[in-house]
């Protein structure tokens, strides 16, 4: 384990790699890293609380946002709990209607399983929530075809693909989107990974 957390300090830093530690272990509370939140408003919903949510979207939320998490939900409540006590969440969270209810969330991370992302989307969206949403958008034609509805033209409502929605490259294609008056055709080769 201490071989693993030095090549964790190598490739992320330390901090970065106390975070990668707690999220494996899912013990304690963040006071050692959050000393500077107790004045970010609680703003931000996040859905799965496995690892992801917890050592990389949770590290660079209390890095660098200026918000933080308000709530969080999971299937597994064990997961949900240890979330909730190590970024100091106080709300019960019982599913994600309270979430979508929550006023003060106005943004919303989906990083569950895969199958279920479209569908919590779709809840978020209607409550007026922007969702960020990890890769894939939807597991399903028939699930895309309700979000592309739901969304239409406005495209501020959602975000998606490894909760970059910001970074140059994804800037670009949103140009080339909204100036293509043909269908544009992208090309990916994606490594993917049983969840």
Request: proline share 3%; glycine share 8%; aromatic share 12%.
């Amino acid at each position: 384990e201490v071989k693993k957390f030095i090549r964790y300090v190598k490739i992320y830093g330390l901090r970065r790699a106390l975070y990668k530690a707690a999220g494996r272990k899912r013990v304690g509370h963040s006071a050692y890293f959050s000393g500077n939140l107790k004045n970010r408003p609680r703003r931000v919903g996040v859905i799965g609380c496995g690892q992801f949510a917890f050592a990389s979207l949770g590290a660079m939320l209390e890095m660098y946002a200026p918000a933080r998490f308000a709530r969080s939900y999971d299937i597994n409540k064990g997961a949900q709990q240890s979330f909730e006590t190590f970024f100091g969440i106080t709300k019960t969270t019982i599913d994600v209607a309270d979430i979508c209810n929550d006023v003060s969330i106005d943004t919303v991370y989906v990083v569950s399983n895969h199958a279920t992302h479209a569908g919590y989307a779709v809840q978020l969206i209607k409550a007026g929530k922007v969702a960020y949403v990890e890769k894939p958008l939807a597991a399903s034609w028939k699930q895309l075809s309700e979000l592309t509805h739901l969304v239409g033209a406005d495209f501020r409502k959602i975000y998606c693909g490894y909760n970059r929605p910001f970074s140059a490259a994804i800037g670009q294609l949103k140009e080339m989107c909204t100036a293509a008056e043909a269908p544009l055709t992208l090309n990916f080769y994606i490594v993917g990974h049983f969840l």
